[in-house]
């Protein structure tokens, strides 16, 4: 069992930078791949970004080149900083954990294994 607690979210202007950490509880941290979705009222959550548990990471393409996901395996944490934010950023943020192998390269929201209770950005243009 792995829980996940999300923190950082809030409001910024366009342009701006947030820093969303993402806190695991558990020994086995370092097995999963973790990752970031999001969902904006009335849309389906989607994939934001991803990495292995080896450091490999995968993004969506309306994030490539602005966010950056990152993990500390000995922190327990995994982070998503977020660069040159966009009104269409606004959403829920959600952190996942998926099983190794069989979750990666965790784009479907059903690799998922683990959700956290999700973080708000809200970006004002």
């Known amino acids: 069992q792995v829980q996940l607690v999300e923190s950082g979210g809030g409001l910024v202007q366009a342009g701006e930078s947030l820093r969303l950490s993402c806190s695991a509880s558990?020994?086995?941290?370092?097995?999963?791949?973790m990752g970031w979705f999001r969902q904006a009222p009335g849309k389906e959550r989607e994939f934001v970004a991803a990495v292995s548990r080896d450091g490999i990471t995968n993004y969506a393409d309306s994030v490539k080149g602005r966010f950056t996901i990152s993990r500390d395996n000995a922190k327990n944490t995994v982070y998503l900083q977020m660069n040159g934010l966009k009104s269409d950023d606004t959403a829920d943020y959600f952190c996942?954990?998926?099983?190794?192998?069989?979750?990666?390269?965790?784009?479907?929201?059903?690799?998922?294994?683990?959700w956290g209770q999700g973080t708000q950005v809200t970006v004002s243009s």
């Open positions: 996942a954990a998926a099983r190794w192998p069989s979750g990666w390269p965790m784009t479907d929201a059903s690799k998922a294994a683990y």
């Open positions: 558990g020994r086995t941290f370092g097995s999963y791949a």
